[in-house]
């Protein structure tokens, strides 16, 4: 079957719902597994991930925290969108999770039958919480998946963050601006 690379995750896992990204990385192998060993996997690396979480902390991307804090002080509306089940864990060990007013992440996903990225489902979710139309909203994502998914939303405008070494991919599925992190945008004022 071969190696596991960083780049089979950004383009097969990342931002996608975890059974969807496990199918995703299988099927790039020519694996074809049933419905239940997709789940137990995902299960297991899910495990693994929150023992990590737990174990090690979260260390959030300083100049975002800033870009966010920003936008807070601006008095902009701000959610998280993410397919993980484990987001509020992820921001209660990063510290942040006063920075948002609402998130929808995969719990929000099942409760409400979203489909996860690269529809655009999740983003239109998390702008009708906040009260604000899709065009009035933007969709900042290090993922391929919720690049496409905010460009399929038709929010009025998508930033791509290169975490991983692919603005240009994130730029052909859809990014209307590409930066390495989001303070490079406070800088840019």
Not at 21 to 27: D, Y
Not at 60 to 81: C, F, H, I, N, Q
Not at 90 to 96: E, T
Request: hydrophobic fraction near 40%; glycine fraction near 10%; proline fraction near 3%.
């Amino acid at each position: 079957m071969g190696t596991f690379e960083e780049s089979d995750y950004d383009q097969y896992v990342d931002g996608k719902p975890r059974s969807d990204g496990v199918r995703s990385f299988l099927e790039s192998r020519g694996v074809k597994l049933p419905e239940s060993e997709i789940v137990a996997l995902g299960n297991r690396k899910n495990d693994l991930v929150l023992e990590m979480i737990h174990t090690h902390g979260v260390e959030p991307y300083e100049g975002s925290v800033r870009y966010v804090k920003a936008a807070r002080e601006a008095g902009l509306r701000r959610a998280v969108v993410s397919s993980s089940t484990n987001t509020h864990d992820v921001l209660v060990a990063a510290g942040i999770l006063d920075l948002f007013e609402v998130v929808v992440d995969g719990h929000v996903t099942e409760r409400e039958h979203l489909k996860g990225k690269p529809a655009p489902d999740t983003y239109v979710a998390g702008a009708r919480e906040l009260g604000v139309q899709p065009a009035q909203g933007a969709v900042y994502e290090d993922a391929l998946a919720g690049v496409e998914a905010g460009r399929a939303g038709e929010f009025g405008i998508v930033v791509g963050v290169d975490r991983a070494n692919q603005a240009e991919a994130l730029r052909q599925h859809g990014a209307d601006v590409v930066v390495e992190d989001l303070a490079e945008l406070l800088d840019q004022r």
